[in-house]
């Protein structure tokens, strides 16, 4: 027979009443527990009453659980919310790691009010054992259904930064990144940049250690110690993202040198067979322009000299001879070469950082052959940039403010840029001996401020001087700009600057790209 609102009322009164015999009315509980039976007004009043007296009586913890979890399953919303309300009342001792399992599970809520009362009870709980709720959140992540998995994550990445220092202490920072690194051993794309981006809010790996411990666990996830197939889209896509995660972690003291290395002996040789993972993306110039973000932090290099003539012959395939002049004198008729100004700054650029490792690699007795070639090309490389340089200067002049603002004029602004980080540069390899003491920041990167030249970073880590402080942020927001075409004639080319916005998981998802993961079991598992 269902139990009355009367009756659940009269269990209610004699338990309230009890006080320190309360232990002796085990059936006024049982009596409520079994309202979850009843109408919605019995299981409204159920799921209040149910936690109020729980701690009472431990030999029924798991018939009360129990109990709350069907409110927290039932058809009626007002009686699902108000069970869920009062779930945290039950994470005590061994039962929290439980509910936070539970709450976990419930983040999969399509209603919108009942997905806030999951966050809330789930933050609340966290307060109470921030390791024991990590426990349930991650034992869903790496078991849990695909929707449970992607919302765990997404609220460890936007909730963990609002919790205070005595909650996020070293244990519990320490068990985050014990806990990340086994989700990561199968993830997607997207899941990799929220959970790098978890990680690298950690106190703990602020130091120099903890960001080496980062770029390793992205060298790891990025497959380096394996040959790159160009005409895998899937690694093409895992290469990139996972160096977009690397850059802003390496420093003087953090070096890119596996990195630097991989690209070098792997990627830049098959440039230009690269399969790109986005349509329009132009994956050749994102490629290098990665390449040439990390270059002022490579340490050490064990093949430098092989790896800077692979940098050095890539460089060359984009800085042409001058065609040949006729025998009168005049143009042989062979059509001028097109000057690919955006390849060539972040080469140029990549080989002045690595050269100065090595400043004989042009000027040994063996090279001066190629350094004769090799000044030949900058010469008539310089020639073509000046007549771009004074065009852009004169279509940019007397302009500021809105004026500036509008697109065709902030695409001359960032060719402009390009423009002169390559003049500066060519000036600096056509001293003898070449010099490779020139800085300049690359066109895409934030200007330097003034005020902020010279301090260090916030991890106690000094930036190389031919490079802007990092943004601390592990996905630097980039506008997505358009190619410049300059002017057709003599030295037509080409000024691009195409940014590639993260386009969320490798292909498709979990099960494609990254690796699949296995079966997991599906419905209610509490």
Not at 220 to 249: I, K
Not at 276 to 288: F, G, K, N, R, T
Not at 437 to 449: A, G, I, R, Y
Not at 469 to 491: C, E, F, T, W
Request: aromatic share 8%; net charge neutral; with cysteine.
């Amino acid at each position: 027979m269902a139990v009355t609102v009367e009756e659940l009322y009269r269990n209610y009164g004699v338990l309230a009443d009890a006080k320190d015999d309360i232990s002796q009315h085990k059936d006024a509980y049982q009596g409520i527990l079994d309202g979850v039976k009843g109408g919605p007004k019995e299981k409204r009043l159920a799921a209040q009453f149910i936690p109020k007296f729980f701690k009472s009586f431990p030999e029924l913890a798991d018939a009360a659980i129990n109990a709350q979890l069907d409110l927290c399953e039932d058809e009626d919303v007002s009686i699902r919310r108000q069970a869920i309300k009062e779930l945290p009342q039950f994470a005590a001792g061994e039962n929290l790691p439980r509910i936070a399992d539970i709450l976990t599970q419930l983040l999969q809520s399509d209603d919108s009010a009942e997905f806030n009362l999951v966050n809330i009870a789930l933050l609340s709980i966290f307060k109470m054992d921030a390791k024991g709720t990590l426990g349930g959140l991650f034992t869903q992540i790496l078991q849990g259904e695909d929707i449970v998995r992607e919302r765990a994550v997404k609220f460890l990445s936007s909730k963990m930064k609002t919790l205070p220092d005595e909650v996020m202490t070293k244990e519990v920072e320490d068990y985050i990144f014990t806990e990340s690194k086994k989700v990561l051993e199968d993830v997607t794309g997207e899941e990799f940049v929220v959970l790098m981006k978890i990680l690298s809010g950690l106190k703990n790996l602020q130091t120099v250690s903890g960001r080496q411990q980062l770029v390793q666990l992205v060298a790891e996830q990025a497959y380096l110690e394996q040959h790159l197939n160009p005409a895998d889209a899937d690694s093409v896509d895992r290469l990139l993202q996972c160096t977009r995660q690397a850059v802003p972690l390496f420093s003087k003291n953090v070096h890119s040198t596996q990195f630097v290395t991989y690209f070098c002996e792997h990627v830049l040789p098959n440039l230009s067979t690269l399969t790109s993972p986005v349509a329009e993306l132009d994956i050749q110039l994102e490629v290098l322009k990665l390449l040439a973000e990390m270059s002022p932090f490579c340490g050490d290099m064990e093949k430098l000299e092989v790896n800077l003539t692979k940098l050095f012959d890539k460089l060359l395939e984009y800085m042409p001879l001058p065609p040949e002049e006729a025998e009168n004198g005049e143009n042989s008729g062979i059509e001028e070469p097109k000057l690919q100004f955006s390849y060539v700054e972040c080469l140029l650029f990549g080989f002045h950082q690595l050269g100065k490792k090595l400043p004989d690699f042009l000027t040994d007795k063996l090279n001066a052959e190629r350094l004769k070639d090799f000044k030949i090309r900058l010469q008539y490389f310089a020639r073509g940039l000046q007549v771009y340089i004074r065009q852009l200067r004169a279509a940019l002049q007397g302009k500021t403010g809105g004026a500036l603002k509008t697109d065709e004029n902030k695409i001359k602004v960032v060719a402009l840029k390009i423009t002169n980080n390559i003049n500066v540069l060519i000036k600096d390899l056509f001293h003898n001996p070449p010099s490779y003491k020139s800085t300049v920041t690359l066109s895409w990167k934030p200007v330097q401020k003034t005020e902020a030249a010279g301090q260090k970073r916030s991890t106690s880590e000094d930036t190389t001087s031919s490079s802007p402080p990092k943004k601390p942020s592990l996905l630097p927001k980039r506008d997505a700009r358009q190619i410049y075409n300059p002017p057709s004639g003599k030295y037509s080319g080409n000024i691009g600057d195409f940014s590639y916005e993260q386009r969320g998981g490798f292909r498709g998802g979990r099960g494609r790209g990254w690796g699949g993961r296995g079966n997991r079991s599906r419905g209610r598992i509490y």
